[in-house]
């Protein structure tokens, strides 16, 4: 996979799938951002972001890395401090050393984590503003503004 | 500073803490390694009770957890409002001082400072509760008072902080739990197999392990565990 300095987008194979994936003999050293999910089975130095998608890092990947994405599932190594929109996954077997901050977190016993974790709140989308009324427009005496849609409450346990 | 007498709170149907003398010293041992699927149970804890009893009410606390970051204690403590800071000092211990004699390995003063630095490199005044569970009673001298001074500087004044002793002086080695929150009275205590402590203690020389601190409350509970809930 070549990768310019500093720098790795999207590869166009795994572009029609969707994901990317990082195999486990390929070391990065520097920015990377994905408009896709990416998969990181090799070694990774620098920062990663996808902001509206999922990083996963496999068993043998090693992310040395401060990370953002919408979701981040973990089962390799990272160290290096992770921000997720929605979730965070750390499965068994996983290390994870750094500050998280996400709406919602998973841990799975066998995992090792140290760090700080900070729940945030879920973004919710502003309402509509209503609409300007007209001289043909009648009032609405008791109008609501359409509901705001979720961004993915966490899970309250 | 006022400083409140200690009190020792008796459970019902208990034998009486032994007066023994304290600082009989153990040789290192490595740790008898966890079953992979660890019997557990649970129990009610008054030590607990008090401290989540502590910062009712408020939110967007910062808490130091000493068990090694579990779904359980994720949940609940985030679930209050408050920021987690979590840490399996038991497996720090033993990847510091582990290789060798686990007890000598603590007078080293390079091994002692590393430790310092990866575990409680904190600012001052930085956390406001700090759940320590049992992982005291594996530090020897000198390191468990420098823990000790450690956990006073980095802890806000009125802030409290939990930690368990194991009371039976006969045993040699002793179970290791890691301690799961279930609800603000009550643990669920997953086995992580048994090890040597370094000494035990009686509340008098618990005292003066926590000579610094406002006041320390026990509560000695009829599974041999000593609940010592300490004030900064």
Known sequence: ?157 | MFKDRWRTILMPSNRPHANGPHGQMRTGAVATPPATHAPSHSRNSHGLDQFFGSIQDRTELSLLDFTGANQANISFITNLGHRLYSDDVLHSLDATFGDGDFFANQSDPKRVQQFLEQTLNFPDRYFDGALVWDTLQFLAPPLLDLVVDRLFRILRPDAYLLAFFHADEKASTIPVYSYRISDPKTLLLAARGKRPPAQFFNNRSLERLFHQFASVKFFLTRDHLREVIVKR
């Open chain 1, 1 to 157: 996979m070549s990768a310019m300095p500093g720098r790795m987008n999207e590869t166009h194979g795994d572009s029609l799938r969707g994901s990317a994936t990082l195999g486990k003999s390929v070391m990065v050293k520097g920015q990377i951002i994905s408009r896709e999910d990416l998969t990181i089975d090799g070694e990774v130095e620098g920062t990663v972001e996808l902001q509206e998608h999922r990083l996963t890092v496999g068993p043998n990947g090693k992310v040395q890395a401060s990370v953002k994405a919408r979701e981040i599932v973990v089962l390799g190594t990272v160290q290096g401090n992770v921000e997720a929109t929605d979730k965070i996954d750390i499965r068994k077997d996983a290390k994870l050393v750094g500050d998280i901050k996400t709406v919602r977190i998973v841990i799975e016993d066998g995992a090792y984590f140290k760090g700080s974790i900070d729940i945030s709140k879920p973004e919710v989308s502003k309402p509509a503003a209503p609409r300007p009324q007209t001289a043909s427009t009648p009032a609405a005496l008791n109008a609501q503004p359409p509901l705001a849609a979720g961004a993915g409450a966490g899970d309250k346990r």
